[in-house]
């Protein structure tokens, strides 16, 4: 079956950096993304990876390595609206159409 | 320009009754979302729909769920004879057709069977 792991909460303070990592196992691959989600509110966009690499974008960058099923979302430079849960999903299957979110990270920053 | 907007924001219904969700997706995107999140739970992908191609159902979790695009606009989701395990947040998300990775989310149903 499909199946996304990440850690279901996380802390941290103001001005630190944090890696939230994210582990799949589906069949086939055709992109990760990760999605930002205040609470009571929808997911937002935040990264699209489909090579292997490092994908910046100001304080959040993303990270995937295809061959170990295995990419990271680093925030730097963490501020009190970092506080959110943080969604992992995969995009697989022969079309590509097919979607499979983690159940999130929730992430608490503290001052 | 305008967002993704979902109607109705809630909706509670008895068990066994019909209901239908509507999505209105950004103008110009084609491809179009539904997902499901259940209270602690992960967004659960329902189905997909891109221009005029045949939709992806594979998420869809029973019969009496079923999804239809008009005119390559308006979705709406109906679910039939509800159960309460039926209870959750619908998501619609919709996306340029070149931009895969990029959905842009509505607010959602929030949908309570009782």
């Known amino acids: 079956g499909q199946n996304i792991d990440q850690p279901t909460e996380m802390t941290a303070t103001e001005g630190a950096i944090v890696q939230i990592n994210c582990t799949y196992q589906t069949s086939g691959f055709n992109g990760l993304f990760w999605y930002q989600q205040h609470a009571g509110e929808a997911p937002t966009f935040l990264s699209y990876?489909?090579?292997?690499g490092l994908e910046e974008k100001g304080r959040f960058s993303s990270f995937l390595s295809r061959s170990k099923g295995y990419s990271y979302l680093l925030l730097k430079e963490l501020q009190m609206k970092d506080s959110a849960s943080y969604l992992c999903?995969?995009?697989?299957?022969?079309?590509?159409?097919?979607?499979?979110f983690g159940k999130g990270t929730t992430l608490s920053v503290s001052s | 320009g305008a967002g993704v907007s979902q109607s109705p924001s809630n909706k509670v219904t008895e068990k066994g009754k019909d209901v239908e969700l509507r999505c209105d997706p950004i103008s110009g995107h084609t491809a179009l979302y539904w997902y499901r999140q259940s209270l602690g739970q992960g967004l659960e992908f329902l189905i997909y729909?891109?221009?005029?191609?045949?939709?992806?159902k594979s998420g869809l979790p029973s019969d009496r769920f079923s999804a239809e695009r008009t005119g390559g606009s308006v979705s709406t989701l109906t679910i039939q004879r509800t159960q309460q395990e039926d209870s959750a947040v619908y998501l619609c998300?919709?996306?340029?057709?070149?931009?895969?990775?990029?959905?842009?989310f509505g607010p959602g149903t929030r949908l309570t069977v009782t």
């Open positions: 990876n489909v090579l292997d």
């Open positions: 729909f891109q221009g005029n191609s045949a939709p992806d």
């Open positions: 998300a919709s996306r340029l057709r070149d931009r895969a990775g990029e959905q842009y």
């Open positions: 999903a995969v995009s697989y299957g022969q079309a590509g159409t097919a979607l499979i």
